[in-house]
């Protein structure tokens, strides 16, 4: 971050924007200031910044068409809102088109100095990730999450962006992409003090679900013999994560509902409402909106969850972390199981590489854990890796005999069909003999 940093500041009112100037002047920031929104978006323009902190009420303009303007011609731009009137709700809606941050009027000089810092350091961090010139793990971690990929450092960026501001999430996944971490992050990064508290699921029996969430008076039900507080009330000032929230009965999802929107939970037997402070996550591998359309998800309690919706892609879609992610789990399984193993030869690497891993990342933790047990040398070679993962062809190859079988068959049918079912004839056109012919119109189901 040693490059000099340029940042427009945006404010009608002029008392606002000396105090801001004020709070951000510093060595190696270069700041612009407009008072007025049309010339702020010319500043913009002319001087590129990383970051705009703008306004959201001015006259002429309000900083959210600001911020749309921006966000067409220089997307990246770190643009920060500043609003006299916050709620969840705007904040979270700015952050969804592409606000870097949404903060209350009037702004605390030494929260702002923070917000900045955290944006450039997560702007820098960005870019060192994707720059392959990034020298330690520490420069391809985030909270945990190790990656290189584009793809999950724009999730990042929105991890980062919407952790302060988000009362539910929702997060979306095929099995072991890291759903569990991304929720982890997100909370490490809300600030909140509270704990993070997790409920999954599919594991909890029918009858006891709205136990387990808002606890139960002694007495309430049989089997209660005595005073049981739930997660909510654990996750009090925290977070609360719903994982495999499909698996969650329709009665249940409609007292979470409630609880979300109220802020109020009750006890089984209990006719006391409590106030909670929890921010609910909730993340499935399911599509609950296909759900919620086929009647088996609550759709109120799906557009709730999914004010803010995100995905973590498959593992075959970002394959550039294959080959990091491995690195990272031959250091720890060797240390775990004191084997010198130190990493995969290049041929072992290129299957890894290829495979598509429909299990994810955590397939790629199993199959790293028990090629580590297995190895007789410092480097895991194809034959230390199970054969599911050596042998199956790769997607590719699976789509394009797909597609070569489909070819022929169209082929196939339209010179059957042109030469009135004539074989000799079809043959003959497609230069193959009678025999290879019929096999191919059987294979196909055609001309019988
Ligand atoms: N980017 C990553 N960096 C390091 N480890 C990861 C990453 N993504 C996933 N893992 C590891 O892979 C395993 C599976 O991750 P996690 O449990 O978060 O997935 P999930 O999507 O919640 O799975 P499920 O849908 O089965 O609940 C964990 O051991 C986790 O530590």
Redesign the pocket.
């Known amino acids: 971050m040693s490059e000099l940093i340029r940042a427009v500041i945006i404010d009608d009112n002029l008392s606002s924007l000396e105090l801001l100037t004020a709070a951000l002047e510093q060595k190696g920031v270069a700041l612009y200031t407009a008072s007025d929104p049309v010339h702020g978006l010319d500043l913009v323009r002319t001087v590129r910044p990383q970051l705009v902190i703008t306004d959201l009420v001015m006259p002429g303009l309000s900083g959210l068409e600001v911020l749309r303007q921006i966000m067409v011609f220089a997307p990246s731009t770190n643009v920060i809102l500043m609003t006299a009137h916050y709620t969840t709700e705007t904040a979270v809606e700015a952050i969804r088109n592409g606000a870097a941050d949404y903060l209350q009027k009037p702004v605390k000089i030494a929260d702002l100095r923070e917000r900045v810092r955290l944006l450039l350091t997560a702007a820098e961090s960005r870019r060192l990730a994707l720059s392959d010139t990034a020298a330690h793990m520490e420069d391809l971690?985030f909270e945990?999450?190790?990656?290189k990929s584009a793809a999950?450092w724009r999730l990042f960026a929105m991890m980062e962006k919407i952790a302060p501001h988000y009362r539910t999430l929702l997060?979306h996944?095929?099995?072991?992409?890291?759903?569990?971490?991304?929720?982890r992050a997100v909370h490490a990064r809300s600030r909140t003090r509270g704990s993070f508290v997790v409920l999954?699921c599919s594991a909890v029996v029918e009858t006891l679900f709205e136990s387990e969430l808002f606890g139960h008076t002694r007495g309430a039900f049989t089997g209660a013999d005595r005073d049981k507080e739930g997660l909510f009330a654990a996750a009090d000032g925290g977070t609360l994560f719903l994982?495999?929230i499909g698996d969650m009965p329709m009665s249940t999802q409609a007292k979470l509902l409630r609880a979300i929107q109220n802020q109020e939970i009750y006890k089984i037997g209990s006719l006391v409402p409590r106030r909670v402070h929890v921010k609910v996550i909730a993340?499935s591998?399911r599509d609950l909106k296909q759900a919620a359309k086929e009647g088996q998800f609550r759709e109120d309690l799906f557009y709730r969850l999914s004010m803010v919706e995100l995905k973590?892609p498959p593992l075959r879609e970002r394959r550039e972390?294959i080959e990091l992610?491995t690195g990272?789990?031959v250091e720890r399984f060797a240390s775990e199981y004191r084997r010198k193993v130190r990493g995969v030869t290049p041929r072992a690497q290129l299957v890894l590489n290829r495979y598509d891993w429909p299990g994810?990342?955590?397939q790629?933790?199993h199959v790293i854990a028990r090629s580590c047990m297995l190895a007789d040398s410092e480097l895991i070679d194809v034959e230390d890796l199970p054969d599911d993962v050596v042998d199956v062809p790769s997607t590719m190859q699976l789509v394009t005999a797909s597609l070569l079988v489909n070819q022929e068959r169209l082929l196939l049918q339209q010179i059957f069909n042109e030469t009135n079912g004539n074989q000799s004839e079809t043959a003959r056109r497609l230069g193959i003999g009678r025999d290879a012919l019929r096999y191919k119109l059987k294979k196909h189901g055609l001309g019988c």
């Open positions: 971690t945990g999450l190790i990656a999950m997060i996944g095929e099995t072991g992409t890291g759903k569990d971490l991304v929720a999954n994982d495999e993340a591998h973590v972390d992610l990272h789990f994810n990342v955590r790629l933790e």
